[in-house]
T-cell receptor, first 114, second 114 residues
Framework: QQQVKQSPQSLIVQKGGIPIINCAYE??????FPWYQQFPGKGPALLIA?????SEKKEGRFTISFNKSAKQFSLHIMDSQPGDSATYFC?????????????FGTGTRLTIIP | DGGITQSPKYLFRKEGQNVTLSCEQN?????MYWYRQDPGQGLRLIYY???????QKGDIAEGYSVSREKKESFPLTVTSAQKNPTAFYLC?????????????FGEGSRLTVL
């Protein structure tokens, strides 16, 4: 059972555009929602994370929007650059035994064309 | 320079052979994890350990085994019982307890079964 659904699977955006990657979750016990960025041949690295007490979080050009009632969250990349080309994973975790592990989405391969 | 070291980076194995992937961390993290990454399937948890001499099965533990004899080491053995072992394997660590902990990943080991 996939607890975090991510879309799209791949995305091509022109430089300067705003790619948007969406995730939806089912488990209402989730209360931590990070995004990881992975470059080819490397391990993922934490990009930005949000908790459900806020609806938006910005760090530089990266923004997470969170909709608790819809159980959805999304990543927006402002003024995208070719260097942002990578695979992006959303994830979620909760509290308590069995919920504390991160559950990852299936990933979005983002390509920013010059 | 603190981090996670995985070895080997590339590994070829014949069918029916066991193989052990190494993971060492010098971050002084209590928790360590093994994930498997396949195209279009995201990151799936194989095993995790929150303390020395203790570990738990993740979502896809069948055909794998681990040990945690030292805080800094968490080797993964891919046994001949694993039906489809060709994949990219990622080791990670984090500080415990509590959720919201950042995962620090190694650069991965790519296993190919011939």
């Amino acid at each position: 059972q996939q607890q975090v659904k991510q879309s799209p699977q791949s995305l091509i955006v022109q430089k300067g555009g705003i790619p948007i990657i969406n995730c939806a979750y089912e488990n209402t016990a989730f209360d931590y929602f990070p995004w990881y960025q992975q470059f080819p041949g490397k391990g993922p690295a934490l990009l930005i994370a949000i908790r459900p007490d806020v609806s938006e979080k910005k760090e530089g050009r990266f923004t997470i929007s969170f909709n608790k009632s819809a159980k959805q969250f999304s990543l927006h990349i402002m003024d995208s650059q070719p260097g942002d080309s990578a695979t992006y994973f959303c994830a979620a975790s909760g509290r308590g035994f069995g919920n504390e592990k991160l559950t990852f989405g299936t990933g979005t391969r983002l390509t920013i064309i010059p | 320079d603190g981090g996670i070291t995985q070895s080997p980076k590339y590994l070829f194995r014949k069918e029916g052979q066991n193989v052990t992937l190494s993971c060492e961390q010098n971050l002084n993290h209590d928790a360590m994890y093994w994930y498997r990454q396949d195209p279009g399937q995201g990151l799936r948890l194989i095993y995790y350990s929150q303390i020395v001499n203790d570990f738990q099965k993740g979502d896809i533990a069948e055909g794998y085994s681990v040990s945690r004899e030292k805080k800094e080491s968490f080797p993964l053995t891919v046994t001949s019982a694993q039906k489809n072992p060709t994949a990219f394997y990622l080791c990670a660590s984090s500080i415990v307890p509590g959720n919201g902990r950042e995962l620090f990943f190694g650069e991965g080991s790519r296993l190919t079964v011939l």
